[in-house]
């Protein structure tokens, strides 16, 4: 595990392997997107794992890293954006302590998609 800069997109990803092989992915943001200079609140804008690892406790570990180093930073708040039908999703988040915000908002990939996210966000408290 561990974490990379990348000089594009913005942002800070975080990777967990296996040998040589990547099965989880984080990408978050400091100050969260919107936020400005506020680095009290940041972002969590993707987090993936690979279904063959899904139940293997790889998310978990990657949520309880990305608070931690949340924490070790003085973020006060995290927010997160998600499908609002993707319920494994949506229960993941709310077992680390994600509580539904008042954001709603069509997906922004493909016009008239169809398709609707939801904010989430927690404060950061270790």
Do not use: C
């Not at 561990?2 to 913005?10: C, D, H, T, V």
């Not at 984080?26 to 100050?31: D, G, L, W």
């Not at 972002?43 to 293997?56: D, N, Q």
């Amino acid at each position: 595990k561990g974490w990379l800069s990348l000089p594009e997109p913005p942002g800070d990803d975080w990777v967990v392997g296996e040998g040589e092989q990547i099965v989880g992915w984080a990408h978050i943001f400091v100050p969260a997107r919107g936020y400005a200079d506020d680095a009290s609140v940041a972002e969590v804008s993707a987090i993936y794992v690979s279904p063959s690892y899904w139940g293997a406790g790889v998310g978990h570990l990657m949520m309880n890293e990305l608070i931690e180093r949340f924490a070790a930073e003085a973020v006060q708040t995290v927010t997160l954006w998600v499908m609002e039908d993707n319920t494994r999703a949506r229960g993941f988040y709310e077992r680390h302590g994600f509580v539904l915000a008042e954001g709603r908002r069509e997906l922004g990939l493909v016009k008239e998609s169809g398709v609707w996210e939801v904010s989430y966000a927690r404060r950061v408290l270790l």
